[in-house]
């Protein structure tokens, strides 16, 4: 156990599993409403920054995240008296500040990892994410094609996207198994910086700018990640087709499954509920940023086609340690996301592995990974991965699915 005190007057005993705060007394530096710049430290060298709003309302506290266009409203905050403990949504993950009016510090927690906990420090009225002043070198927006670990046998491709105006910077990266999401930042000169906190994933990318090229790339991943990348100009290179990259193995012509719902109860693919329906089958975790972004989208789709005859079902593999974790993380995924579709427990912990038991698949690449059935149960299209709204895909992906759908539900 580590204790911190603030001012002398707070003890907070932290373990990797939870917070034992012992409040002794209470103070007047109420943390100012307003805009505040946070650093999340990864290792002994650097700093992922980000941006925050805090708003206060009566005795209530909510904290609102910036990320590029994404705004991640936090509301489950608990105040402690002379601290905040600020829960993610949907996300296991959380903060535990002491209070302060112009500045707070305190920790990033992730009850997954052991004794996972990273320095947390913010100061109020601070909007700048990155601190430089000299002019951007050049014009990095639109695409460019990326290899992350350049030259090594687990070498990956990727395309990013970026956004430019004069010295800010904004854009993602798409993979073959999904997107990085809203990253934000500065060209300062030559030097690239771009981070995103989204409440589990915390990603800092820095890199040079020269000569058209992006080189010297550095990516940091929470507390142990790093890998090198680079990135060129090349308007004609794609990644593999996101509906060919999944398969039913030889020896199997249907998918199916059968498995529990947070209830206990068991569900099925020969379930009346399915029958004579079109269904997309969402292989997802409550971990995953991605899946929570194609959740988002789903149901949209499910409260558009419900009535016409599609069913969805989300099979979720948690990381819990128990049967009894999994079901509160589901159901926290559930409450947070207001998912009006089943959730079905696929699996508890790391070790369930949703190719083992999906056993017709060819493998499962990615979460989430999503399977579209016709009425008659054939297989329409696997979706692996998922580019969201975060990326310029989003919207001609969201068409085409679309008259996928329509399809599967004239079938």
């Known amino acids: 156990m580590k204790k911190i005190a603030a001012l002398g007057l707070l003890a907070l005993v932290f373990s990797c599993q939870n917070v034992e705060v012992k409040k002794e007394i209470t103070t007047d530096t109420n943390p100012e409403s307003g805009m505040w710049r946070a650093t999340i430290t990864l290792n002994d ?76 420090k913010a100061s109020y009225g601070n909007e700048d994410r990155f601190e430089g002043s000299a002019k951007n070198c050049c014009d990095i927006a639109e695409k460019w094609a990326v290899k992350f670990r350049p030259g090594a046998e687990n070498e990956k491709m990727a395309i990013a996207y970026f956004k430019q105006q004069n010295q800010q910077v904004t854009g993602t990266f798409v993979t073959e ?86 209830e206990g109860n068991l569900v099925s693919l020969s379930d009346d509920r399915f029958k004579d329906k079109a269904l997309i089958v969402q292989i997802m975790g409550s971990w995953c940023p991605n899946c929570m972004d194609e959740t988002r989208y789903l149901k949209d789709v499910y409260a558009e086609y419900q009535n016409q005859g599609l069913e969805v079902v989300g099979l979720n593999f948690e990381r819990g340690r128990d049967v009894e974790s999994a079901r509160k993380r589901t159901h926290k995924m559930i409450n947070d996301l207001e998912i009006p579709y089943p959730i079905l427990l696929a699996g508890i912990t790391r070790d369930d592995k949703a190719a083992e038991l999906l056993p017709m698949l060819n493998h499962v690449m990615s979460y989430p990974t999503s399977i579209y059935l016709n009425r008659d149960k054939s297989i329409r299209k696997i979706h692996t991965g998922f580019a969201g709204p975060g990326t310029p895909l989003f919207d001609t992906f969201v068409r085409e699915n679309e008259a996928t759908i329509q399809e599967m539900l004239q079938n």
């Open 177 to 262: 198994t999904g997107d990085y999401r809203y990253l934000q930042g500065n060209l300062f000169g030559n030097h690239l910086q771009l981070s995103s906190f989204d409440g589990t994933h915390l990603y800092y990318f820095t890199a040079q700018v020269n000569n058209g090229q992006i080189t010297d790339g550095l990516h940091y991943s929470g507390r142990g990640g790093l890998r090198s990348w680079l990135a060129y100009r090349d308007d004609d290179f794609e990644l593999r087709n996101a509906d060919s990259l999944t398969f039913l193995k030889e020896g199997y012509d249907t998918f199916d499954f059968s498995f529990n719902d947070v």
């Open 45 to 120: 060298s650097t700093l992922l920054p980000f941006n925050f709003e805090l708003q206060k309302k009566d005795s209530s506290y909510s904290l609102i995240i910036h990320n590029a266009e994404e705004r991640i409203t936090v509301n489950e905050i608990e105040d402690l008296g002379d601290s905040l403990r600020v829960q993610m949504p949907v996300f296991v993950n959380y903060l535990v500040l002491q209070k302060g009016a112009k500045t707070m510090n305190g920790w990033y927690i992730n009850p997954d990892g052991e004794n996972y906990k990273l320095p947390f």
